[in-house]
């Protein structure tokens, strides 16, 4: 942050500084390092706010702490358990939203714009809190995919789990969603069990630090799980290597100089960036004016142009239409604009869109604006000089030490110039570009170079698959926006936390959010090769060749019979061979109603390759596998709620048996409740011992 409206040394002097928390303290320099301290300055007014500073900060010290105590203090917990705490957390946050809103407001946002960053980063916490409880195991340690096996009889295996990285994750983030961009990294990588460094930007940092202050004092979060560092961070990566991840939001020229680093190039550190993105939003040729699809994009366009004041990496920069409706386009851009927009002091009445976040980032857009006039642009709406806006008071004026920018709508002559694919304007700024054809509109929108996100806005069908098969390759995201979900649509700029969020080339290539997904980012993923007991024990998860207890006969007791408490993986039941007849088959056949001819039509079953006549129904063996292997008496088994993995194999015939054995694979206690899942490998095996089918049940067992 550039000096430009800085106070007097002495006004510096008498603001507090914006705290870090290093090592489960807060920390700010010696009086002395005044001299060094960057200040920070209310956006609407240019009011002194706040002073930064990491003078005298030790980062080897604070990597160091997250890497011992973070390490130790998550590694106690399993992936529900760190989920839970993520939905107590944000509960907490959630009750102190005013005093979040009021700070933010001093960023310049709106009270809306607060709502996205600040109810949007709460509700991703929200969200892994779910999902890490229904999609991960309630261990440690995740399995991928199933087991390979490696020698003829079945003793040497081998499969993919994923563990944590044993060093932190470095979270490097931009100044327009101060909230919301620390809490999207925060959340997976808390979830996978790896320690965060938070670095926000200077201009709005110390919303962020209001955050983590609340989340401290909350007492939810493990020693060293959560460190903030508040200013200058550059020699942080000097002290990092392959144990450790790093995520950076910002410009392509940081990510790429910081990518440049040696313990990145050569010492193995994880990077991920998500960068500079030109955005494109595409109206379909039948999206003519006056339909819902028309309306719906100009509306998307207008929304994204301004909404944080346009500081979004998701906001449209391109707005690609045909170009027999750019001139409707512009003028309809123009028109909502002049109706729905207020710029002005977010803290005052009917204000819709408040300034940019400093005096430097405001100078930024505007010589980006100037660059694209110079290369052909024209002022299809706004301007370039200081806007007059509504103050807090009230009053509508000019107020020079506000970064107020008026809306700008750039139209292009030459769809094919450099800068609209190349220049980002970062605020309240996109261009207007015409396109022949699809494959126009397709070439036109990979010119970004790799985007974020994309909306397509057509409805019809044909033209959704030719734009979105063509331009997905190039983007993170494709919005499809019609009449059938405009209202529901989350919107073009709004990432979700179930789906990614990144993007490839120019956007950065590195993905966040996008459900558990994310969460591996912070895990290594490795094969382990052994025999089937030792990857039962390494993964908790009961392996087809390990030993099984059948605890019927060593221990008297069915393992129904058994509460979580006693239950052990490799627990089993083996029941006695049931013989199957042609009259069991029929009368199947007739109470169902499935009367599939391999069940009843001897001649055409045997002409199938597959049949050797009339077989068995599937969902009759299964029937009568949980008749073999079911106890029925009351006891800690309170219900079957599903079968996964289900797959038939051999047919059984008249006259053939079955019988089948169930195994204990995978026991998950759940953290709230008094009982969880249990999840039995059964195998349907014949007379002859071959296969008739496998799957997995899974059961609701009491603690």
């Known amino acids: 942050m550039t000096t430009t409206a800085t106070a007097p040394k002495s006004s510096l002097d008498t603001v507090e500084t914006v705290p870090s928390f290093v090592r489960d303290s ?102 892994f809190g779910s999902k890490g409880r229904r999609e991960l195991p309630n261990s440690q340690v995740v399995v991928d995919g199933p087991m390979e096996v490696l020698s003829r009889d079945g003793s040497f295996a081998g499969e993919h789990i994923y563990t944590r990285i044993p060093g932190v994750a470095v979270q490097i983030n931009a100044f327009n969603f101060p909230v919301w961009g620390m809490l999207e990294k925060f959340a997976p990588a808390f979830i996978a069990g790896v320690p965060t460094i938070v670095k926000p930007a200077t201009p709005t940092g110390y919303v962020a630090a209001a955050v983590v202050k609340a989340m401290i004092e909350s007492n939810i979060l493990p020693k060293g799980s959560l460190q903030l560092i508040s200013g200058s961070a550059r020699t942080l990566l000097d002290h990092l290597d392959y144990r450790d991840l790093v995520a950076f939001t910002g410009s392509a020229s940081t990510a790429n ?20 993105s030109l955005n494109a939003a595409i109206l379909g040729p039948d999206a003519v004016k006056g339909t819902p699809e028309f309306d719906a994009f100009i509306k998307s366009v207008v929304t994204e142009m301004t909404v944080k004041a346009g500081q979004k990496c998701t906001s449209i920069r391109r707005t690609i239409v045909p170009r027999e409706l750019v001139a409707d386009v512009v003028a309809a851009v123009g028109a909502r604009i002049e109706e729905r927009v207020v710029v002005g002091d977010p803290r005052a009445e009917g204000v819709t869109m408040g300034a940019l976040a400093s005096l430097e980032q405001l100078a930024d857009v505007r010589a980006a604006v100037q660059s694209m006039l110079d290369a052909g642009g024209e002022l299809a709406y706004g301007t370039l000089d200081s806007p007059k806006v509504t103050k807090a008071d009230g009053g509508v004026g000019v107020v020079e030490r506000g970064a107020f920018m008026s ?26 570009i015409g396109y022949t054809d699809l494959a126009d509109a397709v070439r036109l929108a990979a010119r970004g170079g790799g985007s974020l996100v994309a909306s397509v806005c057509t409805n019809d069908p044909a033209v959704a698959r030719e734009l979105v098969t063509g331009i997905a390759a190039h983007h993170g995201r494709v919005l499809m926006l019609n009449r059938e979900d405009a209202r529901s649509s989350t919107g073009h700029g709004s990432p979700v936390p179930h789906l990614v969020h990144g993007g490839p080339g120019r956007a950065g290539g590195g993905e966040e ?53 006693t239950l052990h993986i490799g627990d089993a039941v083996r029941s006695e061979l049931r013989q199957v007849t042609l009259e069991d088959i029929t009368a199947f056949a007739n109470s169902t109603g499935d009367t599939f001819y391999a069940h009843t039509n001897q001649a055409a079953a045997e002409a199938n390759p597959f049949f050797p006549g009339i077989v068995a129904h599937g969902y009759l063996l299964l029937a009568w596998g949980a008749g073999l292997f079911v106890e029925p008496a009351p006891g800690p088994v309170l ?23 169930l195994t204990a694979k995978k026991i998950t206690p759940r953290e709230t409740d008094e009982y969880g899942e249990v999840a039995w490998d059964a195998v349907l095996t014949n007379q002859n011992d071959e296969i008739v089918a496998t799957y997995d049940v899974l059961t609701l067992v009491e603690k």
């Open 407 to 432: 809306p700008v709508l750039l139209s292009w002559a030459d769809a094919e110039a450099e800068e609209v694919h190349s220049l980002e304007a970062f605020g309240p700024v996109s261009s207007v």
């Open 513 to 565: 959010l996008g459900g558990i997904r994310s969460v591996m980012h912070h895990m290594q993923r490795t094969a382990i090769q052994g025999s089937p007991n030792m990857l039962t024990a390494v993964t908790g998860v009961w392996h087809a060749g390990a030993d099984r207890n059948f605890t019927v006969e060593t221990e008297g007791t069915h393992p129904f019979r058994k509460s979580l408490e």
């Open 26 to 127: 807060w920390w700010t320099p010696d009086a002395g390092a005044a001299a060094s301290a960057v200040p920070v300055l209310d956006a609407s007014t240019g009011e002194l706010l706040a002073k930064v500073s990491t003078e005298g900060l030790d980062l080897a010290d604070v990597v160091d702490y997250g890497r011992t105590t973070g390490q130790t203090e998550l590694g106690t917990l399993t992936f529900h358990q760190r989920a839970l705490k993520l939905k107590e957390l944000a509960q907490y946050l959630n009750a102190r939203r005013e005093h979040f809103y009021e700070l933010s407001a001093q960023t310049g946002a709106t009270k809306i714009d607060s709502l996205v960053d600040i109810d949007g980063g709460i509700g991703v916490l929200f969200t």
């Open 639 to 661: 219900a079957n709620y599903g079968l996964e993995s289900l797959r038939f194999i051999t047919p059984v015939a008249a006259g053939d048996s079955i019988r089948v054995t």
């Open 257 to 276: 100089s910081l990518k440049s680093h040696p313990n990145v190039v050569q010492g193995g550190v994880r990077f991920t960036s998500e960068t500079d």
